[in-house]
T-cell receptor
């Protein structure tokens, strides 16, 4: 089974609008961390936001917030007030604390911001 | 620049040749990871080091691949007898793992390998 599933290969959003990128995960480890990364066309992976499995509140970092629904095993990324520079690939990733330090990445979502 | 650096950025080689890539992590980071990324896919874990010790290798990692991190600083990834299927972007990441889950990785720009 896939550890991380991103079901949206491509998304479009109007500039200044909000967009939600979906991510579901699969783990039996009670201790895990969830990450979102942005990969522009230049190729470098840029860390955006982190959510720990024991965190009580949803993580926020500037225009990025993580909608963490533990029972549903989902960790959707919300980008508010989209900008043209947000156009990129977005990857959801997970690390399980008790099964080594391997990071599992999803297949990514390509976001295009329309002016 | 205090980020993760990788060299070379691009490598073109003929099938059967050996190649070596280098990664310089963020200086105070104790963990270093190698990933492979093919077009349209997310990064695939290859191996990781804590300081100079290689702690985990992917089962998918062929014995043609070897990685080292002497002295716990920079790391090299060598691919012997390259095959066309090795063509990919090879990403390096480093992290400062202090406690539990917050092992945020910071990535380098990658080395794009093309095997002809």
């Amino acid at each position: 089974a896939q550890k991380i599933t991103q079901t949206q290969p491509g998304m479009f959003v109007q500039e200044k609008e909000a967009v939600t990128l979906d991510c579901t995960y699969d783990t039996s480890d009670p201790s895990y961390g969830l990450f979102w990364y942005k990969q522009p066309s230049s190729g470098e992976m840029i860390f955006l936001i982190y959510q720990g499995s024991y965190d009580q509140q949803n993580a926020t970092e500037g225009r990025y917030s993580l909608n963490f629904q533990k029972a549903r095993k989902s960790a959707n990324l919300v980008i508010s007030a989209s900008q043209l520079g947000d156009s990129a690939m977005y990857f959801c990733a997970m690390r399980e604390l008790n099964t080594g330090n391997q990071f599992y990445f999803g297949t990514g979502t390509s976001l295009t911001v329309i002016p | 620049d205090t980020g993760v650096s990788q060299n070379p950025r691009h490598k073109i080689t003929k099938r059967g040749q050996n190649v070596t890539f280098r990664c310089d992590p963020i200086s105070e980071h104790n963990r270093l990871y190698w990933y492979r990324q093919t077009l349209g896919q997310g990064p695939e874990f290859l191996t990781y080091f804590q300081n100079e010790a290689q702690l985990e290798k992917s089962r998918l990692l062929s014995d043609r691949f070897s990685a080292e991190r002497p002295k716990g600083s920079f790391s090299t990834l060598e691919i012997q007898r390259t095959e066309q299927g090795d063509s990919a972007m090879y990403l390096c990441a480093s992290s400062l793992a202090l406690t539990g889950l917050t092992d945020t990785q910071y990535f380098g720009p990658g080395t794009r390998l093309t095997v002809l």
